[in-house]
Protein backbone atom coordinates (compact mmCIF):
# COMPACT_ATOMS: atom_id res chain seq x y z
CA UNK A 1 0.00 0.00 0.00
CA UNK A 2 2.65 2.59 0.90
CA UNK A 3 4.31 1.85 -2.75
CA UNK A 4 1.11 2.92 -3.96
CA UNK A 5 0.58 6.36 -2.30
CA UNK A 6 4.50 6.71 -3.21
CA UNK A 7 3.93 6.04 -6.60
CA UNK A 8 0.69 7.81 -7.32
CA UNK A 9 0.97 10.77 -4.91
CA UNK A 10 0.52 13.96 -7.15
CA UNK A 11 -2.79 11.94 -8.59
CA UNK A 12 -3.96 11.78 -5.33
CA UNK A 13 -2.95 15.20 -4.74
CA UNK A 14 -5.08 16.46 -7.83
CA UNK A 15 -8.54 14.15 -6.78
CA UNK A 16 -8.23 15.77 -3.34
CA UNK A 17 -7.60 19.24 -4.80
CA UNK A 18 -11.08 18.80 -7.03
CA UNK A 19 -12.84 16.95 -4.26
CA UNK A 20 -11.74 20.64 -2.02
CA UNK A 21 -12.99 22.29 -5.39
CA UNK A 22 -16.51 20.93 -5.68
CA UNK A 23 -17.09 21.54 -1.97
CA UNK A 24 -16.40 24.66 -1.90
CA UNK A 25 -18.43 25.55 -4.84
CA UNK A 26 -21.48 23.41 -3.72
CA UNK A 27 -21.70 25.17 -0.49
CA UNK A 28 -21.33 28.51 -2.28
CA UNK A 29 -24.21 28.01 -4.57
CA UNK A 30 -26.25 26.20 -1.72
CA UNK A 31 -25.33 29.64 0.35
CA UNK A 32 -26.31 31.87 -2.94
CA UNK A 33 -29.66 30.32 -3.30
CA UNK A 34 -30.72 29.98 0.16
CA UNK A 35 -29.84 34.01 0.27
CA UNK A 36 -32.41 34.48 -2.73
CA UNK A 37 -35.07 32.15 -1.38
CA UNK A 38 -35.14 34.10 1.84
CA UNK A 39 -34.72 37.57 -0.13
CA UNK A 40 -37.90 36.73 -2.15
CA UNK A 41 -39.64 35.58 0.94
CA UNK A 42 -38.88 38.38 2.40
CA UNK A 43 -39.95 40.81 -0.16
CA UNK A 44 -43.36 39.18 -0.58
CA UNK A 45 -44.54 38.81 3.14
CA UNK A 46 -46.78 41.92 2.97
CA UNK A 47 -48.31 41.60 -0.57
CA UNK A 48 -50.37 38.65 0.50
CA UNK A 49 -49.58 36.98 -3.25
CA UNK A 50 -48.37 33.26 -3.53
CA UNK A 51 -45.13 33.56 -4.33
CA UNK A 52 -42.10 31.22 -5.75
CA UNK A 53 -38.45 31.18 -6.37
CA UNK A 54 -36.34 29.51 -9.36
CA UNK A 55 -32.99 29.71 -10.61
CA UNK A 56 -34.73 30.64 -14.18
CA UNK A 57 -37.67 33.11 -13.04
CA UNK A 58 -36.20 34.79 -9.93
CA UNK A 59 -38.76 35.71 -7.41
CA UNK A 60 -42.37 35.57 -8.91
CA UNK A 61 -45.73 36.39 -7.19
CA UNK A 62 -49.27 34.95 -8.79
CA UNK A 63 -51.37 37.08 -9.54
CA UNK A 64 -54.31 35.02 -11.32
CA UNK A 65 -54.87 30.79 -11.41
CA UNK A 66 -51.53 30.05 -13.00
CA UNK A 67 -50.32 33.65 -13.95
CA UNK A 68 -46.86 34.25 -12.47
CA UNK A 69 -45.35 37.47 -13.34
CA UNK A 70 -41.55 38.63 -11.78
CA UNK A 71 -41.77 40.10 -8.64
CA UNK A 72 -39.91 43.18 -10.12
CA UNK A 73 -42.99 43.70 -12.81
CA UNK A 74 -45.57 44.20 -10.01
CA UNK A 75 -46.56 47.68 -8.83
CA UNK A 76 -49.10 48.50 -6.10
CA UNK A 77 -51.55 51.15 -7.22
CA UNK A 78 -53.89 53.12 -5.01
CA UNK A 79 -53.48 54.77 -1.67
CA UNK A 80 -50.38 57.00 -1.19
Known sequence: MSDFLYYHEDTINFILLVLIVLVVVVVSL???FTL????CTACT???GFPHRWSIMGGC???IGENKWIPLDNYRLFGEE
Request: aromatic share 8%.
Open 36 to 39: SRSS
Open 45 to 47: KDI
Open 30 to 32: WGI
Open 60 to 62: QIE
